[in-house]
């Protein structure tokens, strides 16, 4: 069964930085690749942040350059630095193994203006 842990979400000021993180279980972790996602009030859940078991990376156009999605293989965790953070990425956010389709309990996010 796959389990996904995410913490590092809180409140900080705009302008400011948070780095999120997610333990998966129940994967081969090495193999797969992982998925940051979010989801703000009233809006759907949209793709943030991709990286691939390769380690390659791809980023939604409205966090490109703003946030870097990483991953350590041996901790089975994946992880988003989010620098420079904004109102508008105020949400939930969630990761998950790209071919799987279960969710963690998400970490919110908060940027006041």
Do not use: H
């Amino acid at each position: 069964q796959v389990q996904l842990v995410e913490s590092g979400g809180g409140l900080v000021q705009a302008g400011g930085s948070l780095r999120l993180s997610c333990v998966a279980s129940g994967i081969i972790f090495n193999r797969n690749g992982m998925g940051w996602y979010r989801q703000a009030p009233g809006k759907q859940r949209e793709s943030v942040a991709v990286i691939t078991s390769g380690g390659s990376t791809s980023y939604a156009d409205s966090v490109k350059g703003r946030f870097t999605i990483s991953r350590d293989n041996a901790k089975k965790t994946v992880y988003l630095q989010m620098n420079s953070l904004k109102p508008e990425d105020t949400a939930v956010y969630y990761c998950k193994p790209l071919t799987f389709s279960q969710w963690g309990q998400g970490t919110q996010v908060t940027v006041s203006s």
